[in-house]
């Protein structure tokens, strides 16, 4: 008999010792006194129906029962680990914006910032020290075409601790606004006068239609302004190119009768480019 199909004996008493240790035997108890003798290494046929329903009932339930048992938990996980997914993507986007916002913000930071001259600007605003209203007063000034800065002296009285009344008794003197932009005052303070808003009304012959007239108050034809002036005058150009009131690319002057002192001061700074006197 071939080995490739199983061998159902027959037989009213027990197989010898012999057969039982060359075979596996299993036992129906439906039918008494009948064996069956199954070869390890056979395949199902067409000779053993009962092997073979039973064979295809087991091949269809257990992977049915594998699948079903297995269904719930990918059921359950998947979601889980997608939604785990979308909260990981989602951080990192909002990481990869937080991070181009720090950028931009620290890059418009440096285009802004100009060298440091060590002093920190003390502006004291109109609506402070004056009685006079400069609403409507004068022709606004143009921030893009201020190209140049002017620095001269008011020629008359210092002061160090009475610099507001030394302005307003200044201010009545030319009967109306100082024809300055800013004046910068003993007590190491600047004064807004026409401020960034209005044209100085002082006349002059320079490039560009716009100027910052900055005047130092006292007179500096035998010496020049105390070094806190200086300093307080170059934190107000600083603050000027901060607040984008003043190109990048501008000039400075010094303009007035006996400024021999001041000029002298002044030439040494940045962007100096000449000394103009009355005639």
């Known amino acids: 008999m071939d080995s490739s199909h199983i061998a159902v004996r027959a037989a009213r008493r027990s197989p010898s010792p012999a057969a039982v240790s060359q075979s596996t035997y299993g036992s129906?108890?439906?039918?008494?006194?009948?064996?069956?003798r199954v070869d390890k290494d056979c395949d199902v046929s067409e000779?053993?129906?009962?092997?073979?329903?039973?064979?295809?009932?087991?091949?269809?339930?257990?992977?049915?029962?594998?699948?079903?048992s297995s269904s719930p938990a990918l059921s359950s996980c998947n979601p889980t680990l997608q939604h785990d997914c979308i909260n990981w993507r989602s951080?990192?986007?909002l990481v990869m914006c937080a991070s181009a916002l720090a950028l931009a913000a620290y890059l418009l930071w440096r285009q802004t910032q100009a060298p440091d001259f060590g002093y920190r600007l003390s502006l004291i605003g109109?609506?402070?020290?004056?009685?006079?209203?400069?609403?409507?007063?004068?022709?606004?000034?143009?921030?893009?075409?201020?190209?140049?800065?002017?620095?001269?002296?008011?020629?008359?009285?210092g002061c160090h601790d009475d610099c507001p009344d030394v302005l307003r008794e200044l201010e009545r003197s030319h009967l109306g606004e100082l024809p300055y932009n800013f004046l910068v005052a003993g007590d190491c303070q600047v004064f807004?006068?026409?401020?960034?808003?209005?044209?100085?009304?002082?006349?002059?012959?320079?490039?560009?239609?716009?100027?910052?007239?900055?005047?130092?108050?006292?007179?500096?034809s035998g010496r020049p302004p105390i070094a806190c002036q200086l300093m307080a005058a170059q934190a107000l150009i600083?603050?000027?190119?901060?607040?984008?009131?003043?190109?990048?690319?501008?000039?400075?002057?010094?303009?007035?009768?006996?400024?021999?002192?001041?000029?002298?001061e002044l030439r040494h700074w940045p962007h100096y480019a000449s000394h103009h006197t009355d005639k």
């Open 192 to 220: 807004e006068a026409q401020g960034w808003h209005y044209r100085s009304q002082i006349p002059r012959d320079l490039p560009g239609k716009d100027s910052l007239v900055v005047a130092f108050v006292g007179n500096f």
């Open 47 to 68: 000779s053993t129906p009962l092997l073979a329903a039973a064979q295809r009932s087991t091949n269809t339930h257990t992977p049915s029962s594998h699948t079903a």
């Open 238 to 264: 600083l603050e000027s190119l901060k607040r984008r009131t003043l190109r990048q690319e501008y000039q400075l002057y010094v303009m007035g009768s006996r400024t021999d002192a001041l000029q002298r």
């Open 28 to 36: 129906l108890e439906s039918i008494p006194g009948i064996h069956i």
């Open 126 to 157: 109109h609506d402070v020290w004056s009685d006079v209203d400069l609403q409507g007063r004068g022709t606004l000034l143009d921030p893009i075409s201020v190209c140049t800065v002017i620095f001269t002296h008011t020629e008359g009285n």
């Open 91 to 93: 951080v990192g986007l």
